[in-house]
């Protein structure tokens, strides 16, 4: 039996991209918009009680440690209660759990859980890459975005024969993937050979292995199923979450060819969903690089570990595949702004378990739709949630 | 007229010896090229970005070290010469001194201030030796002479190393004698805020009044007590002038042989490193080797006995051989002369921050924190009060072995300023069971998942002026680590 302690009842996102036109707060009123706007039955905004702001760089202003006072304003709901919350990549799906966590204690009724996130508001020289020179000065120099994931890619090949055809398999779908999402930073088809061919980033991976810097924001609506119905009469309900830990240096792993964040935190999130791999619909999941895709649907038990190469470019995860991933073109299409990302992953499963995705809506058989990110020092913090149309 | 010259006596003997050089090499013709001069001949020695003069001294070191077959713990005393220390104020002896876990109340002293900073490192440990206040001394010599750009100095300079352990045991090769004379001359000089060496004012008032005759009369000193001419190690700062300086030494005793002349045309002029480089392949072969060191106006010999080879030195030839060719742009860029325009990336903890107070010692150390309980290695120390594996709090900090195997690895090729790609990341799975993330030291073309490699001591950066060092990767078939 599932959780389902809370209802999503609307979500919306802005059109992902290079925004330079856009301020930080512009990007949040256009998430908010859509996220009130998608509300079936219509929402007083005003109902709100409490925001979650889920933003991962405050490098913006200057300063890192920007507090939650930034969105109120920006979306009118100055002097509501709202508190910022920052975990790496899963910001946003971090986020988005304490909200409902919120709600199910009952601390709070209806709560906005929204990400925000200027990733191109800086060169990349000064935003990711800039990552390189942090941490520690040895032990991690060098260590921008890429050397996260890029060692895994190596071990995999080397322990289970993956291929850069198999990798680059995952960025063709999801790129055909976002043609069909009108919110996707990037619509336009690629092909193996061009992903083989583009310039290399970080061996094994090449610039299409790869997402883009993305500015974006995304929010979600959620309260209790009892107030849900008040707004909906297709409500979607929380099943189940989990987040998990792993050593926060390269070198502590316990594995190069997944990550434990990743199995345990889907294992804690199946348990509260009383739910196994098998009975997920559809995933959105944490693709950074091809790579991190193949790790993910194996860590999240859909495919046997070593078998993610093989079964992506077997087409298992095109949308009509055996288990559909990231039919919202994921991050290497749609784009990784990155405390807007795991709202925006929220989004794109409310919308295909509410059968509203149009030309990339896949088959839901039995209700259930994860959502997954991984990130952070040593890409060890993870977490999963799950929605489903299964109610109490 | 034969000014005077004063010589002594010495009494200390070398026990090992170790050399090290940077793998790059750079034609003369390529930088005369450059100027519009007609082609000179010859290679020279030149460091990557990543290497200076410490991480010579520390390479160079490490081999005489191994070569004695001493525990470091054996070594109470190092003296380093070095025209050019990496802090010109500041803690490069004790940088050093971590590097190679020398035991903090060892003695010694860092000597600077011209090229004639190693031989007296040298006599510095010989004195102390010889009057035994230390028992076994560590003498390391190292240079990476930065040129003016464009001058004639810029096609004699090399990079290199030497060291040698001393003591005053009968060793192998025995220091019996010494010469100095000085006169304050302006020969190759820099002032108190300049960066590169200037050229000699006039080369032939250079070679004329100060090189062949100082030279000259101090190894006439070294041999007038009718010592056949022997075996010479020079300094040849402008590439032509020991060929003069043999011709002048010979004696009725017979020809002087230049033991340093094939070196010299492939490395250039090492500086302070010079003497005990060009020595240290003779130092494998019997029979008297003398050593001329000079600069700042100063001129010291030291009269070597070779009474059986001394170890380490059969490997120096291997040390000095083979290296990459490099271009002019390459190495002027590795030194910093050509930078890239715009905005550098500031490394997220500045060194002088409480943090690199913390970590200076276990990065430089290469240090662990090995678990009492269960034996796993935890690295670094400083942010691992709880062990990884079975959650005790109880460590022996030791220092990780230098060798393991690839674990898996990448070469990141999209790097920002101050970076440079291609830079390979690797996590190796050392031989004493410890796994570390560390940068490679080449282009990491000979990586591959379940390689054999070696960790070697280089320069990460230099941030807010300071040099910061720590260890990085490198294949165990790189041409960089051929001695041991």
């Given at each position: 039996?599932s959780?389902?302690?809370?209802?999503?009842?609307?979500?919306?996102l802005i059109?992902?991209?290079?925004l330079?036109?856009?301020s930080?707060?512009q990007?949040a009123?256009?998430?908010?918009d859509a996220?009130?706007?998608?509300?079936?039955n219509?929402?007083?905004?005003?109902?709100?009680?409490?925001?979650?702001?889920?933003?991962?760089r405050?490098?913006?202003w200057?300063?890192e440690?920007?507090?939650?006072?930034?969105?109120?304003?920006?979306?009118?709901?100055?002097g509501?209660a709202?508190t910022?919350?920052?975990n790496?990549?899963p910001?946003?799906s971090?986020?988005?759990?304490?909200?409902?966590?919120?709600?199910?204690?009952?601390?709070?009724?209806?709560?906005?859980?929204?990400?925000?996130?200027?990733?191109?508001?800086?060169s990349?020289d000064?935003?990711?890459?800039?990552?390189?020179?942090?941490?520690?000065?040895?032990?991690t120099?060098?260590?921008s975005a890429?050397?996260?994931?890029a060692?895994?890619?190596t071990?995999?090949?080397h322990?289970?024969?993956?291929?850069?055809e198999m990798?680059?398999?995952v960025?063709?779908k999801n790129?055909?993937?976002?043609?069909?999402?009108?919110?996707?930073?990037f619509?336009?088809?690629v092909?193996?050979?061009?992903?083989?061919a583009?310039?290399?980033?970080?061996?094994?991976?090449h610039?299409?292995d790869?997402c883009?810097?993305?500015?974006?924001?995304a929010?979600i609506?959620?309260t209790?199923?009892?107030?849900a119905a008040?707004f909906?009469d297709?409500?979607?309900?929380?099943?189940?979450?989990?987040?998990?830990?792993d050593h926060p240096y390269?070198?502590?792993?316990?594995?190069?060819?997944?990550l434990p964040?990743?199995?345990?935190?889907?294992?804690?999130?199946?348990?509260?969903?009383g739910?196994?791999?098998?009975?997920?619909?559809?995933?959105?999941?944490?693709?950074?690089?091809?790579i991190?895709?193949?790790l993910?649907?194996e860590?999240?038990?859909?495919?046997?570990?070593?078998?993610?190469?093989i079964?992506?470019?077997e087409?298992?995860t095109?949308?009509?595949?055996?288990i559909p991933v990231?039919?919202?073109?994921?991050?290497?299409a749609?784009?990784?702004?990155?405390?807007a990302?795991?709202?925006?992953?929220?989004?794109e499963?409310w919308?295909?378990l509410?059968?509203?995705?149009d030309?990339?809506?896949?088959?839901?058989?039995?209700?259930?739709?994860?959502?997954?990110n991984v990130?952070g020092?040593?890409?060890?913090?993870s977490v999963v949630?799950i929605l489903?149309?299964?109610g109490? | 007229?034969?000014?005077?010259?004063?010589?002594?006596?010495l009494d200390?003997s070398?026990?090992?010896v170790?050399?090290?050089?940077p793998?790059?090499?750079?034609?003369v013709a390529?930088?005369?090229s450059?100027?519009?001069r007609?082609?000179?001949r010859g290679?020279?020695?030149?460091?990557r970005?990543?290497?200076?003069?410490?991480?010579?001294?520390?390479?160079?070191?490490?081999?005489a070290?191994?070569?004695a077959?001493?525990?470091?713990?054996a070594?109470?005393?190092?003296?380093?010469?070095c025209t050019r220390?990496?802090?010109?104020?500041?803690p490069?002896?004790?940088?050093?001194?971590?590097t190679?876990h020398l035991?903090s109340?060892?003695?010694g002293?860092?000597f600077?201030?011209s090229t004639?900073?190693?031989?007296?490192?040298?006599?510095a440990?010989?004195?102390?030796?010889?009057?035994?206040?230390?028992?076994t001394a560590?003498?390391?010599?190292?240079d990476?002479l930065?040129?003016?750009?464009?001058?004639g100095?810029?096609?004699?300079?090399?990079?290199?190393a030497?060291?040698?352990?001393?003591?005053?045991?009968?060793g192998?090769?025995?220091?019996?004698?010494s010469a100095?004379?000085w006169?304050?001359?302006?020969?190759?000089?820099?002032?108190?805020?300049?960066a590169?060496?200037?050229?000699?004012?006039?080369g032939r008032?250079?070679r004329?009044?100060?090189?062949?005759?100082m030279?000259?009369d101090?190894g006439d000193?070294l041999?007038d007590?009718?010592?056949?001419?022997?075996r010479?190690?020079?300094?040849?700062?402008d590439?032509r002038?020991?060929?003069?300086l043999l011709k002048r030494?010979?004696?009725?005793?017979?020809a002087a042989?230049?033991?340093?002349?094939g070196d010299?045309?492939?490395?250039?002029?090492l500086?302070?490193a010079?003497a005990l480089?060009?020595?240290?392949a003779?130092l494998?072969t019997p029979?008297?080797?003398h050593?001329?060191?000079?600069?700042?106006g100063?001129?010291?010999?030291?009269?070597?006995i070779?009474?059986?080879p001394?170890?380490?030195?059969?490997?120096?030839?291997?040390?000095?051989?083979?290296?990459?060719?490099?271009?002019?742009?390459r190495v002027?860029r590795?030194?910093g002369v050509?930078?890239?325009t715009?905005?550098s990336?500031?490394?997220a903890?500045p060194?002088?921050s409480a943090?690199?107070?913390?970590?200076?010692g276990?990065m430089?150390?290469?240090?662990?924190?090995r678990?009492?309980?269960c034996?796993?290695?935890?690295?670094?120390?400083d942010?691992h009060?709880?062990?990884?594996?079975?959650g005790?709090?109880?460590?022996?900090?030791v220092?990780?072995?230098r060798?393991?195997?690839?674990?898996t690895f990448?070469?990141?090729?999209?790097m920002?300023?101050p970076?440079?790609?291609p830079?390979?990341l690797?996590?190796?799975?050392?031989?004493?069971g410890?796994?570390i993330?560390?940068?490679?030291?080449?282009?990491?073309?000979?990586?591959?998942?379940g390689?054999?490699?070696?960790?070697?001591?280089?320069?990460?950066?230099?941030?807010?002026?300071v040099?910061?060092?720590?260890?990085?990767?490198?294949?165990a078939?790189?041409?960089?680590?051929?001695?041991q």
């Open positions: 039996m959780w389902n302690r809370v209802s999503v009842i609307g979500a919306g059109h992902m991209g290079e330079f036109e856009q930080y707060e990007m009123r256009g998430a908010f996220a009130v706007g998608s509300v079936d219509g929402f007083d905004p005003t109902e709100i009680d409490a925001v979650f702001v889920a933003t991962q405050g490098t913006l200057g300063q440690g920007i507090g939650g006072n930034t969105i109120p304003s920006a979306i009118g709901l100055a509501v709202c910022r919350v920052e790496a990549c910001t946003g971090d986020a988005f759990r304490v909200g409902c966590m919120a709600v199910a204690s009952g601390v709070h009724d209806v709560v906005l859980v929204i990400g925000v996130e200027k990733m191109r508001d800086k990349s000064e935003g990711l890459l800039a990552r390189a020179a942090a941490g520690h000065p040895v032990y120099r060098g260590e890429p050397v996260l994931f060692p895994f890619a071990r995999h090949m322990e289970f024969g993956t291929t850069r990798l680059a398999s960025a063709v790129h055909h993937n976002g043609v069909l999402d009108p919110y996707a930073h619509r336009n088809e092909t193996i050979e061009q992903v083989l583009a310039p290399p980033v970080c061996s094994p991976l610039l299409l790869c883009p810097q993305t500015d974006g924001a929010a609506v959620i209790s199923p009892e107030r008040d909906t297709r409500p979607v309900f929380v099943a189940g979450f989990g987040v998990a830990t390269l070198h502590e792993k316990s594995t190069y060819v997944g964040a990743t199995v345990e935190a889907s294992r804690r999130a199946y348990e509260m969903a739910i196994s791999p098998a009975d997920v619909d559809v995933a959105e999941v944490h693709d950074c690089f091809t991190t895709e193949i993910d649907i860590d999240l038990g859909f495919v046997e570990k070593g078998r993610g190469g079964a992506s470019i087409g298992q095109a949308l009509d595949g055996r990231n039919p919202s073109g994921g991050l290497l749609k784009g990784h702004p990155i405390g990302t795991g709202i925006a992953q929220l989004t499963c919308w295909q509410r059968g509203q995705a030309e990339r809506q896949v088959a839901v058989r039995n209700g259930f739709a994860l959502q997954h990130g020092r040593g890409s060890g913090v949630n489903t149309t299964n109490p | 007229m034969t000014a005077v010259v004063r010589t002594r006596s200390a070398i026990t090992a170790g050399v090290a050089v793998e790059w090499r750079v034609a390529d930088i005369d450059a100027w519009g007609s082609p000179g290679t020279l020695a030149v460091c970005a990543d290497e200076d003069p410490l991480t010579l001294a520390w390479a160079a070191a490490d081999r070290l191994t070569a077959g001493l525990s470091v713990d070594i109470d005393g190092m003296w380093w010469g220390p990496p802090f010109a104020e500041g490069s002896w004790t940088t050093l001194a971590a190679l035991d109340t060892v003695d002293a860092l600077a201030g004639h900073a190693g031989v007296d490192a040298l006599l440990a010989v004195d102390a030796v010889s009057a035994g206040r230390v028992h560590l003498v390391v010599t190292s990476a930065l040129p003016a750009t464009g001058t100095h810029e096609t004699s300079a090399g990079a290199g030497a060291a040698v352990v001393l003591q005053s045991d009968s192998p090769a025995r220091l019996v004698r100095h004379r006169e304050p001359r302006l020969d190759r000089y820099r002032g108190d805020r300049e590169e060496t200037r050229e000699t004012y006039d008032l250079f004329e009044q100060a090189y062949l005759p030279l000259g101090v000193a041999v007590d009718g010592d056949p001419a022997g010479w190690s020079v300094p040849d700062p590439g002038l020991a060929r003069a030494l010979a004696t009725p005793g017979g042989e230049d033991v340093a002349a010299r045309s492939r490395l250039g002029d500086g302070s010079a480089v060009g020595a240290a003779a494998g029979g008297p080797l050593l001329l060191a000079s600069g700042g100063r001129v010291s010999g030291i009269t070597v070779v009474d059986r001394v170890p380490g030195a059969e490997q120096v030839a291997a040390a000095l051989a083979g290296g990459e060719a490099v271009t002019y742009t002027l590795a030194r050509l930078s890239p715009g905005e990336v500031e490394m903890v060194p002088g943090m690199f107070g913390r970590g200076a276990e430089l150390g290469l240090l662990a924190a678990c009492v309980d034996g796993t290695l935890n690295t670094p120390p942010v009060p709880t062990c990884i594996s079975c005790s709090t109880k460590f022996d900090i220092p990780l072995g060798t393991g195997t690839v674990q990448v070469v990141n090729r999209t920002p300023s970076f440079e790609a830079l390979p690797v996590v190796v799975d050392l031989d004493d410890g796994r993330q560390l940068q490679g030291g080449d282009d990491g073309a000979d990586l591959a998942v390689a054999p490699v070696h960790l070697v001591l280089r320069r990460y950066a230099v941030e807010r002026g040099p910061v060092y720590g260890w990085k990767v490198l294949s078939h790189s041409r960089q680590e051929i001695t």
